[in-house]
């Protein structure tokens, strides 16, 4: 471990030369104008990752590239890791609260800036660094490893899903590695054990022809915003459950050890400071992060309708919409929850009202895996060994709609890990990673592959 932070001290430089190169490719999956650069993108990994020594291939699919790399020398008695990253990023507006421009990284601090620095890019070539000297320190790895790198992630990984079942064989693996989250503190290393699944969905209510005078109207017609409010109203009970018959039919409890296991502690002063608001959603009664990781939640997202400009207009709006969208735990089939939001909504349509409720792409299940897992294991040692302190259990609220479809398809058993923390504003202007966090990012990896390569693979 020593001597390859050795090396990486002696080749920062190149290394970090080499990162800026990497974040410098505006690869923003959702807009159109940046096509080129996803293909440019995708195919500098490529170069990268031949000439460190890995077979490389470039998958097509109807969204952008997705680029795969392996090396199987271990043999069929070792195990096989299959890490994923994403090399695209999210767009940068708005763009004049970025202090410097988003695809020209620069380092401030101990920090380097950019669009993509820790969500994803950050995380992808800390991975391949680690790859890059092991391969260079033994010629070989103790470890079959695959690595997928998406090219839509920020979209939803559409185009990696509808590939999936092709690549079923290519993909096959015994451990997966997502990393695409981080640590709980600087100092405090984490390993995520699950993810919540995730469904979205559109409703829009239908009154009058076109919107209408609320004086000539008003007390004759149903105004559609007080029926999709009045509808909206209905999904919560006033002690913050979700109403709807059936939705927590499938919710199991945590067992006492998996209780035991994660960490639930939570700063409530802390959050109310950087959030500017206590915890106050969610089924009263039950702690903050148990709301937050093994309960379902239903949230609705945004409403549109009648006028909101300047001023006032006595109007009646002929329609109204909301954007919903559920969280699901474990056992929450989401195709049956999409089910039963429909139905409930369907079933309170107040009259002279027409409903229309549209389900959107990028429905996921949520994904758990059990702390005693080999690569669990694995992640938490070289966790623990990097920082000095011992690794955290954690879940996470959010979806990775992709994970439960790469672990099954690759029949693999999957921890999501990373180096990331919130302050390093994924997402927002300003995103940034800790060139100390990228460090110890590569010697976590280098030291699961090594400690992986020790066992063999039964
Ligand atoms: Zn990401």
């Known amino acids: 471990m020593q001597t390859l932070i050795e090396v990486y001290e002696h080749d920062k430089e190149r290394i970090l030369n080499e990162l800026m190169t990497f974040l410098r490719f505006p690869s923003v999956s959702s807009e159109e104008k940046h096509r080129d650069d996803m293909l440019a993108c995708s195919a500098w990994l490529e170069e990268y990752l031949q000439a460190i020594g890995m077979h490389v291939e470039r998958w097509k699919s109807s969204q952008h590239p997705i680029v795969f790399a392996s090396h199987l020398e271990a043999g069929p008695d070792k195990p096989t890791l299959l890490l994923y990253n994403h090399y695209d990023v999210q767009p940068v507006d708005p763009l004049d609260l970025w202090k410097t421009p988003p695809f020209e990284p620069t380092i401030r601090e101990g920090n380097v800036y950019a669009r993509g620095a820790s969500d994803n890019k950050g995380q992808c070539f800390y991975a391949i660094q680690a790859i890059k000297m092991l391969l260079q320190r033994d010629g070989t790895l103790p470890i079959n490893l695959k690595m997928v790198i998406d090219g839509g992630e920020e979209v939803g990984s559409s185009g990696l899903a509808e590939i999936l079942a092709s690549k079923k064989e290519q993909l096959r693996a015994d451990y997966l590695a997502v990393l695409d989250v981080g640590i709980l503190k600087p100092d405090i290393p984490a390993v995520t054990l699950g993810t919540r ?262």
């Open 197 to 458: 699944g995730l469904i979205t969905l559109t409703l829009e209510v239908q009154g009058p022809s076109s919107d209408l005078h609320s004086g000539s109207h008003g007390g004759l017609v149903n105004n559609p915003l007080h029926a999709l409010t009045t509808m909206l109203a209905m999904l919560h009970t006033p002690e913050g459950k979700v109403a709807i018959p059936g939705f927590y039919d499938d919710v199991a409890d945590l067992s006492s050890q998996e209780r035991q296991q994660l960490d639930f502690s939570f700063d409530t002063e802390a959050y109310r400071s950087e959030f500017g608001v206590l915890p106050y959603g969610g089924e009263k009664g039950v702690p903050p992060l148990e709301r937050a990781w093994i309960y379902p939640t239903l949230e609705i997202n945004g409403i549109m309708g009648g006028y909101g400009g300047s001023g006032f207009k006595t109007v009646i709006p002929a329609k109204a919409t909301a954007k919903i969208s559920c969280r699901l735990v474990p056992q929450q089939d989401p195709h049956r929850t999409e089910l039963l939001v429909k139905k409930f909504l369907e079933a309170n349509v107040p009259e002279g009202i027409t409903a229309t409720i549209t389900s959107h792409p990028g429905i996921g299940k949520a994904m758990r895996t059990s702390p005693s897992s080999k690569i669990v294991q694995a992640a938490s040692q070289a966790y623990e060994e990097v920082f000095g302190s011992p690794c955290h259990y954690i879940l996470e609220g959010g979806s990775i709609p992709i994970v439960p479809e790469l672990a099954q398809t690759s029949s693999s058993e999957a921890v999501l890990m990373g180096m990331t923390l919130p302050g390093d504003n994924a997402h927002a202007p300003n995103e940034r990673f800790s060139l100390n966090r990228f460090k110890q990012g590569l010697a976590v990896i280098t030291r699961i592959i090594d400690l992986l390569g020790t066992t063999s693979k039964f």
